[in-house]
């Protein structure tokens, strides 16, 4: 089992052999800052691997925050911003919608850069003294091993797909009892699934559906309520007693190397060959019979085989290939190969992006060799490879996400017109005594400016302020007025409606007056 590296909150980041003690040395200080990753079980042992060395690395240097969840939970922790990059086997899923809503986000504003290649492998422990001891399966058989149609090694379908596999024991054929010839009997615990929703479901359904007889096997269990197991190829599976979901495969594993019942079972537990080689490196992988009809498990010439005939989908995604009608044309390619991406988000602010493009290229070129690619993974095929690093030159070449700049207003103000001469104005059609009600003289007020009322145009820096120029007064009528506004200039012209306002006033103070 490859070292594995902890972030030490203390100290920094150190490596820890298989038991042994965390060393005490910083290797790569903790600074506040990390770049963020949220992954999926499949690239997990590569990030423990490969932590240490782009932190350490003088050409690297990036301090790398990685945590292990779930396929959905890595998208999901993406589109909340809590991560730069997430990494799964699958681009975002209808039951991402919601998320990529509320993110103001669609699938196509992020780019799915292959990572690292491994295979869905279904661990077996049969129980048997001979630990060596293996299953070969076909999907009428992995069906009833998940369902718990098949309870024992002994019944039919596992005796006709097992013809020939000198590594199951037998009960002799000369056996007086029920079991002669047939695979030695040994009662099967529930299988081991990965609850909630992810890739492995998705491989595990799309292999069953992959032939009838698998489909009639998975479909055909009696169950209350009737039918949940008629699912089609689905990435989560049916809710079900005789199914034990557990939280990943890590405990999956766990719960494997426990499961010999005091040497009166077996059992059968399917998780990513990279966590089956740190885990169980002696465990035996189940041989599935692939399109072609060959027993084939998982290593890395069958896997390599099934990686070359993945086509890639218009949604940047490698399809594994499962049947003749989708191009399954060799017959020692295995037949649930998986390839796990980086998901990036194509508007990355320079900073974020340029460490992203540097981690992502290195781990598709150095850390594919053997020095740095953990045991259970396959090199990149060439072809992945050359997609990475095309899609991480056009990454590295896009634009700065558009910036907004908000440009302060200005404000203009007219000047006021000149002050108005207010001299007080004499009628004299009074006597020469002044205005009516005994000579008294009426001045009109100075020059008044009203609060100053702002208009701000539409789509315009500029805010333009115009005050208001009111004229206020009260003047009577009379030929001299006229005159007088004359003399005032045409900037009174804006108080005429004041004035015939006034004017009308006038004549009624003259009838009370007498006057004419």
Same mark, same amino acid.
């Given at each position: 089992?490859?070292?594995?590296?902890?972030?030490?909150?203390?100290?920094?980041?150190?490596?820890? #052999?298989?038991?042994?003690?965390?060393?005490?040395?910083?290797?790569?200080?903790?600074?506040?800052?990390?770049?963020?990753?949220?992954?999926?079980?499949?690239?997990?042992?590569?990030?423990?691997?490969?932590?240490?060395?782009? *932190?350490?690395?003088?050409?690297?240097?990036?301090?790398?925050?990685?945590?292990?969840?779930?396929?959905?939970?890595?998208?999901?922790?993406?589109?909340?911003?809590?991560?730069?990059?997430?990494?799964?086997?699958?681009?975002?899923?209808?039951?991402?919608?919601?998320?990529?809503?509320?993110?103001?986000?669609?699938?196509?504003?992020?780019? @799915?850069?292959?990572?690292?290649?491994?295979?869905?492998? *279904?661990?077996?422990?049969?129980? =048997?003294? /001979?630990?060596?001891?293996?299953?070969?399966?076909?999907?009428?058989?992995?069906?009833?091993?998940?369902? +718990?149609?098949?309870?024992?090694?002994?019944?039919?379908?596992?005796?006709?797909?097992?013809?020939?596999?000198?590594?199951?024991?037998?009960?002799?054929?000369?056996?007086?009892?029920?079991?002669?010839?047939?695979?030695?009997?040994?009662? &099967?615990?529930?299988?081991?699934?990965?609850?909630? +929703?992810?890739?492995?479901?998705?491989?595990?359904?799309? @292999? &069953? =559906?992959?032939?009838?007889?698998?489909?009639?096997?998975?479909?055909?269990?009696? %169950? $209350?309520?009737?039918?949940?197991?008629? !699912?089609?190829?689905?990435?989560?599976?049916?809710? /079900?007693? $005789?199914?034990?979901?557990?939280?990943?495969?890590?405990?999956?594993?766990?719960?494997?190397?426990?499961?010999?019942?005091?040497?009166?079972?077996?059992?059968?537990? *399917?998780?990513?060959?990279?966590?089956?080689?740190?885990?169980?490196?002696?465990?035996? &992988?189940?041989?599935?019979?692939?399109?072609?009809?060959?027993?084939?498990?998982?290593?890395?010439? $069958?896997?390599?085989?099934?990686?070359?005939?993945?086509?890639?989908?218009?949604?940047?995604? @490698?399809?594994?290939?499962?049947?003749?009608?989708? #191009?399954? !044309?060799?017959?020692?390619?295995?037949?649930?190969?998986?390839?796990?991406?980086?998901?990036?988000?194509?508007?990355?602010?320079?900073?974020?992006?340029?460490?992203?493009?540097?981690?992502?290229?290195?781990?598709?070129?150095?850390?594919?060799?053997?020095? +740095?690619?953990? $045991?259970? =993974?396959?090199?990149?095929?060439?072809?992945?490879?050359?997609?990475?690093?095309?899609?991480?030159?056009?990454?590295?070449?896009?634009?700065?996400?558009? %910036?907004?700049?908000?440009?302060?207003? !200005?404000?203009?103000?007219?000047?006021?017109?000149?002050?108005? /001469?207010?001299?007080?104005?004499?009628?004299?059609?009074?006597?020469?005594?002044?205005?009516?009600?005994?000579?008294?003289?009426?001045?009109?007020? %100075?020059?008044?400016?009203?609060?100053? %009322?702002?208009?701000?145009?539409?789509?315009?820096?500029?805010?333009? !302020?115009?005050?208001?120029?009111?004229?206020?007064?009260?003047?009577?009528?009379? #030929?001299?007025?006229?005159?007088?506004?004359?003399?005032?200039?045409?900037?009174?012209?804006?108080?005429?409606?004041?004035?015939?306002?006034?004017?009308?006033?006038?004549?009624?103070?003259?009838?009370?007056?007498?006057?004419?």
């Amino acid at each position: 089992m490859p070292p594995r590296f902890l972030l030490v909150p203390a100290a920094g980041l150190v490596a820890v #052999g298989p038991g042994s003690a965390a060393s005490s040395e910083a290797t790569c200080p903790i600074t506040d800052v990390f770049f963020r990753v949220a992954g999926t079980p499949s690239i997990d042992q590569a990030m423990l691997r490969w932590q240490r060395e782009v *932190c350490l690395s003088s050409s690297i240097g990036i301090p790398l925050d990685f945590t292990q969840v779930a396929d959905a939970e890595a998208r999901t922790r993406l589109l909340a911003d809590e991560v730069d990059v997430a990494v799964s086997p699958l681009p975002f899923q209808p039951y991402d919608q919601q998320a990529l809503t509320d993110a103001k986000a669609k699938a196509s504003d992020f780019v @799915y850069v292959p990572l690292t290649a491994s295979a869905l492998s *279904c661990v077996v422990n049969l129980g =048997y003294s /001979d630990r060596s001891a293996n299953l070969q399966v076909t999907p009428r058989s992995l069906a009833g091993i998940l369902n +718990h149609r098949i309870e024992n090694l002994a019944e039919p379908w596992i005796d006709v797909d097992n013809v020939g596999n000198a590594s199951l024991p037998r009960v002799p054929a000369d056996d007086p009892g029920p079991f002669a010839g047939k695979p030695v009997p040994q009662r &099967l615990g529930d299988p081991l699934v990965t609850a909630g +929703h992810s890739n492995d479901n998705l491989l595990l359904t799309r @292999y &069953l =559906y992959s032939d009838s007889d698998g489909q009639s096997a998975w479909e055909g269990k009696v %169950t $209350s309520p009737a039918d949940v197991f008629k !699912t089609g190829a689905v990435d989560e599976l049916p809710s /079900d007693a $005789s199914m034990q979901s557990v939280a990943g495969p890590y405990r999956i594993m766990t719960e494997m190397g426990v499961a010999d019942f005091g040497g009166n079972g077996a059992r059968v537990g *399917c998780v990513d060959s990279s966590i089956a080689a740190a885990l169980g490196p002696t465990r035996p &992988l189940a041989r599935l019979r692939n399109a072609l009809g060959t027993f084939v498990g998982p290593s890395t010439d $069958s896997v390599q085989r099934a990686l070359a005939l993945m086509p890639l989908g218009n949604d940047g995604i @490698y399809k594994p290939v499962v049947t003749t009608a989708e #191009g399954f !044309t060799d017959a020692q390619a295995y037949s649930l190969p998986i390839v796990t991406y980086a998901i990036v988000p194509k508007n990355l602010d320079n900073a974020t992006r340029a460490t992203a493009v540097k981690l992502l290229r290195w781990i598709v070129t150095t850390g594919q060799d053997a020095d +740095h690619l953990p $045991s259970g =993974y396959v090199p990149l095929p060439a072809r992945m490879v050359a997609r990475s690093t095309s899609l991480l030159d056009d990454l590295a070449k896009v634009p700065p996400a558009p %910036t907004t700049t908000t440009v302060a207003p !200005t404000t203009t103000t007219i000047a006021p017109p000149p002050t108005i /001469d207010t001299t007080p104005v004499t009628d004299f059609n009074n006597g020469g005594g002044g205005y009516s009600g005994g000579g008294t003289t009426d001045t009109v007020p %100075t020059t008044d400016t009203l609060p100053a %009322t702002t208009t701000t145009i539409p789509g315009a820096a500029e805010v333009v !302020t115009r005050p208001v120029l009111a004229v206020l007064g009260r003047i009577r009528s009379g #030929g001299p007025v006229l005159s007088g506004l004359l003399g005032l200039g045409g900037v009174l012209l804006l108080a005429g409606p004041l004035v015939d306002r006034r004017r009308r006033r006038s004549g009624v103070d003259k009838a009370k007056d007498g006057t004419s």
